[in-house]
């Protein structure tokens, strides 16, 4: 099956399975296949849905590989040494040696996300597949962010089925969400 075929399908049995009968009449807007491409199974659910409850969406990062994580962290940690410590494995000690380079080196790369990047790419290529999916629920494929619009709410992210945790990020929405459906 052809993934828009496939989407499509999946929308009409969303669609079927919803209790809201409305949706079923009302003209979708599903997401496009670059959006859904690395989501795990119940990740796919649940922005499908949000695409047909919130025509607009803009998804601003979903499933990242190793050099986009890279990417998204060194823009954080660049603009704030300290910023390893709003995960959890920064937290727990996983992110220990991450940590004490980005400590050793921070008068170099304060405001500099470029050496960062090249760090954590390299460390990152280190870990395995299931390392990484436990670093970040976007490198599981089990996350998405959107940019922030009038009608995305708190209330409205929380009831996506699958969803696990709304995170209010700033400029943007972070949800994650079971993988199994
Ligand atoms: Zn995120």
């Not at 491409?37 to 919130?54: K, P, S, T, W």
Request: net charge positive.
């Amino acid at each position: 099956m052809r993934p828009r075929k496939l989407i499509h399908a999946v929308l009409v049995a969303l669609a079927l399975l919803s209790e809201v009968g409305p949706a079923a009449s009302a003209a979708p807007s599903p997401p496009d296949d670059a959006v859904l491409a690395g989501l795990c199974d119940g990740a796919r659910a649940g922005v499908v849905a949000l695409f047909e409850r919130v025509p607009g969406v803009v998804v601003t990062s979903a499933a990242r590989d190793r050099a986009a994580e890279a990417r998204a962290w060194a823009g954080r940690v660049a603009k704030k040494r300290t910023w390893l410590r709003i995960l959890r494995a920064g937290r727990d000690g996983t992110l220990a040696p991450v940590q004490a380079w980005i400590d050793a080196h921070w008068r170099e790369v304060r405001g500099r996300p470029e050496p960062i990047r090249a760090y954590l790419a390299a460390y990152f290529d280190t870990l395995t597949d299931a390392e990484m999916a436990a670093l970040s629920p976007h490198a599981g494929g089990r996350a998405v962010d959107l940019r922030k619009q009038r009608r995305l709410s708190r209330a409205l992210l929380r009831r996506l089925p699958n969803r696990t945790v709304v995170l209010d990020e700033g400029d943007h929405w972070h949800v994650t969400f079971r993988c199994a459906p």
